[in-house]
């Protein structure tokens, strides 16, 4: 019993899939106070703990869980909260088995420490004992302005005023979270609960939030710098312009990017019926793309009563997503319609959709990313009914920033030039997350804020002659 | 939270409301807009700005009321706030990148159909300002919907012509940008603001003349940002957003046939929506067919 209970991760409880196709409630309920315990006895403590090193932000891991098997929780909340200024969102959303989790050695033979539900359960516990982080430093005296309120500007503006700096997020929504709230769906991600509770945190950091305000728009980073007084900036503006397939038919009714059917859905609650923004989601779906993004366009649909099939051009393998969202996908009903991509979309006489054609697809030879490329199986072309398709084939960053401050250098996928510590062309003027690597993960985008917060300390120190 | 300094209705159907929005009001140029959201449950509802004040930090709209969203706005009284308020948006109008020499080459002609009048007011007052005089048909359906005459009259020529004949001249906005013309009027260019309809007729009567017609356009949208595609055009075969490629297109290039059935997706949910809103819930459900009785 013991050497299973070594071999085989503490199951994390979850809502019925039949139940939870009908509810937008989150679906995983994670672990209570003695599964978490019981899940942190499983870790080895390694010498040289690789789970670290596969973290971008670097929490000390073997750290927190020493904590946690110990039942000192709020000891394993501050180990956390050294590293990750978001852990209830990270617990949540990160690809753990690529990262901690894939590193570490239990998963070799067996599987892997459940760092992930781990994070989860202390975040969880510290909102429900009124933990909050705390501050190292006094003031500073010093301002940095924070470009976005994702996960990138919030993990950067969480490390700037625990060092004393006097930072004012500026976010475009009139909600803060970025991504966090227009992206990724409440069952996945409670927005009050868990997204809103860590702005919170980052505002009882001292950190200011400034919502309906677009640089580039209201106010320019010049402005920033020379009117508003601000010795830097980080821009975290993210990648949020969705990109089309350019078939025939895109303009039909009943042809939505994600980012449109879950901005409307998250953001704007559009499922809620005391809500006012409407969204048109048919009774048969089909969602093109296979990341994350389309996983939860898919499973948001399902929720909204419709049938829904993923498109996706490569096989099963290739998927993008978290494995846990294909998982929890197909369970749920979602039909993957794998090796297979869209060639036109078609409608009727009012220009409503009602059909997608699609062809098969086999894998060649691999491409610059490594994975095998997909080629068209000539002939193979057919139909497939739908009233609506949604299109998750990635997002490019928002072109407002770069075209209305001089000076500051892009590639030409429009994703701004940045060095290893953040610093763009422009002096002061920092950038990170997807706004600099182009579409990514919630982590990598907190591990640039963490590493830009590094850099603009040090920048503002040498301006200052503060050693 | 925005500050509401004057609310009314303005004439007929439309309303007009004064704002305080500094950082919108210190950066917007003519052709812009602003997305306006009142309380928590509320839609984001994009108004092109009629007027703005740097000084006092105000920004004016004007707009009809025509959904559940636009109808909670108008409801709004002098003193109250409005929960958010975002802007400036999109593109200045190509006007104001001009020279006040590249200005002075043109003839330019505006034309207002309706609550469209108003996003007409800050290009002609910019002219206006810039030394240059320019004509602007107002039209409307009858003499009590022409909106903003007196304030328009204080910057450019004024014609104004409503369906009715019930005031200025009888007909249409294209009838009187011919009638202009033979009458000896000239122009090299031409704004058209108003019912998408509208907009295509012009275009297709400029185009006769050879005028070059820009429009604004006013498609569904959510962010205003370029984040969700639901505005995105058909400009001479191109995929434009409206958003932040627009407002403001070349007339002549716009596929108004799309753009038209575009606006239409939301159409019964809108409908619906409203009468829930204006009459309560009366709809029992008894048809078996909406899932009203579940």
């Given at each position: ?177 970025g991504v966090l709230v227009y992206g990724i769906p409440e069952f996945r991600l409670p927005k009050d609960r868990v997204v809103a509770r860590e702005v919170e945190n980052v505002q009882c950091l001292g950190v200011k939030l400034e919502t309906n305000v677009i640089i580039g728009r209201s106010v320019t980073i010049e402005d920033l710098l020379t009117k508003e007084g601000f010795d830097a900036v980080y821009i975290g503006s993210g990648a949020g ?52 993004v389309a996983m939860d366009a898919a499973r948001t649909a399902l929720r909204l009563g419709a049938e829904v099939h993923v498109v996706y051009r490569r096989s099963e393998a290739e998927l993008p997503a978290r494995k846990e969202e294909v998982h929890h996908a197909k369970e749920e009903g979602i039909q993957f319609d794998l090796l297979t991509n869209p060639v036109e979309i078609l409608a009727d006489e009012n220009d409503n959709v009602r059909g ?112 | ?294």
């Amino acid at each position: 019993m013991a050497e299973i209970r070594g071999l085989k991760r503490v199951p994390v409880r979850e809502q019925d899939p039949k139940v939870r196709a009908a509810n937008f409630e989150e679906v995983c309920l994670g672990y209570d106070e003695d599964e978490a315990v019981a899940e942190a006895e499983r870790c080895l403590h390694c010498k040289n703990p690789k789970c670290v090193a596969g973290c971008p932000v670097s929490i000390d891991i073997p750290g927190f869980i020493a904590a946690l098997k110990d039942r000192k929780f709020e000891e394993a909340y501050n180990v956390i909260s050294r590293s990750s200024s978001l852990p209830a969102v990270c617990g949540r959303v990160c690809p753990q088995e690529t990262q901690c989790e894939g590193k570490c050695i239990r998963g070799i033979k067996g599987d892997a420490v459940s760092i992930g539900k781990l994070e989860r359960f202390v975040a969880d516990w510290a909102k429900a004992h009124d933990k909050h982080m705390q501050c190292y430093r006094g003031r500073t005296g010093h301002k940095v302005a924070v470009i976005g309120s994702g996960p990138s500007g919030l993990t950067c503006a969480g490390d700037l005023a625990k060092q004393g700096y006097d930072v004012t997020i500026f976010e475009a929504l009139h909600r803060a979270g970025g991504v966090l709230v227009y992206g990724i769906p409440e069952f996945r991600l409670p927005k009050d609960r868990v997204v809103a509770r860590e702005v919170e945190n980052v505002q009882c950091l001292g950190v200011k939030l400034e919502t309906n305000v677009i640089i580039g728009r209201s106010v320019t980073i010049e402005d920033l710098l020379t009117k508003e007084g601000f010795d830097a900036v980080y821009i975290g503006s993210g990648a949020g312009l969705p990109m089309f397939m350019n078939i025939p038919g895109e303009q039909a009714k009943g042809v939505f990017s994600a980012n449109e059917f879950l901005t409307r859905n998250n953001l704007m609650k559009a499922y809620r019926d005391d809500y006012d923004t409407p969204i048109a989601c048919g009774k048969k779906v089909v969602v093109v793309g296979g990341g994350n993004v389309a996983m939860d366009a898919a499973r948001t649909a399902l929720r909204l009563g419709a049938e829904v099939h993923v498109v996706y051009r490569r096989s099963e393998a290739e998927l993008p997503a978290r494995k846990e969202e294909v998982h929890h996908a197909k369970e749920e009903g979602i039909q993957f319609d794998l090796l297979t991509n869209p060639v036109e979309i078609l409608a009727d006489e009012n220009d409503n959709v009602r059909g997608i054609r699609v062809i098969h697809m086999k894998l060649g030879e691999p491409d610059a990313s490594g994975r095998r490329r997909p080629v068209p199986v000539e002939g193979s072309e057919y139909e497939i009914a739908c009233d609506t398709v949604i299109m998750a084939l990635g997002t490019r960053p928002n072109p407002l920033i770069s075209s209305t401050t001089n000076g500051l250098e892009v590639n030409r996928k429009a994703c701004i030039v940045a060095d290893e510590g953040g610093a763009t062309s422009l002096p002061g003027v920092f950038a990170g997350g997807d706004a600099v690597t182009g579409a990514a993960t919630v982590i990598l985008a907190m591990g640039a804020g963490k590493t830009a917060a590094k850099s603009i300390d040090a920048y503002i120190r040498s301006k200052y002659g503060e050693s | 939270m925005y500050k509401i300094l004057k609310a009314g209705n303005l004439a007929g159907p439309n309303y007009e409301m004064l704002v305080e929005a500094p950082r919108v009001a210190q950066r917007c140029l003519p052709g812009q807009f602003v997305i306006v959201k009142v309380g928590e449950e509320g839609e984001r509802i994009p108004l092109t700005i009629t007027d703005y004040d740097r000084e006092k930090g105000t920004i004016e709209l004007v707009y009809q009321p025509i959904g559940v969203s636009t109808s909670k706005l108008s409801q709004l009284h002098t003193g109250d706030r409005i929960t958010d308020f975002v802007g400036p948006l999109g593109q200045p109008s190509e006007l104001t990148r001009m020279s006040d020499e590249e200005l002075r080459t043109h003839k330019f002609v505006f034309i207002g159909g309706g609550v469209g009048t108003a996003p007409i007011y800050p290009q002609a007052k910019w002219l206006h300002e810039h030394g240059v005089q320019s004509d602007v048909i107002i039209g409307a359906k009858t003499k009590d919907l022409v909106i903003l005459e007196d304030r328009m009259k204080a910057v450019a020529n004024v014609f104004i012509t409503t369906d009715d004949g019930s005031y200025g001249r009888h007909g249409m906005v294209t009838k009187c940008l011919e009638d202009l013309i033979a009458e000896g009027h000239s122009y090299d260019y031409c704004v058209c603001i108003g019912p998408m309809i509208m907009m295509k007729f012009t275009c297709l009567t400029t185009k006769k003349y050879q005028i070059p017609t820009i429009v604004s356009m006013n498609p569904i949208m959510v962010d205003g940002t370029g984040m969700c595609g639901a505005c995105r055009l058909m400009v001479d075969g191109e995929v434009k957003f409206a958003c932040v490629d627009g407002p403001e297109f070349d007339g002549h290039k716009v596929d108004f046939d799309l753009a038209m059935k575009r606006q239409t997706l939301y159409r019964t949910q809108e409908g619906e929506a409203f009468l829930a809103w204006k009459e309560g819930k009366t709809h029992s459900g008894g048809c078996g067919q909406c899932g009203g009785d579940k």
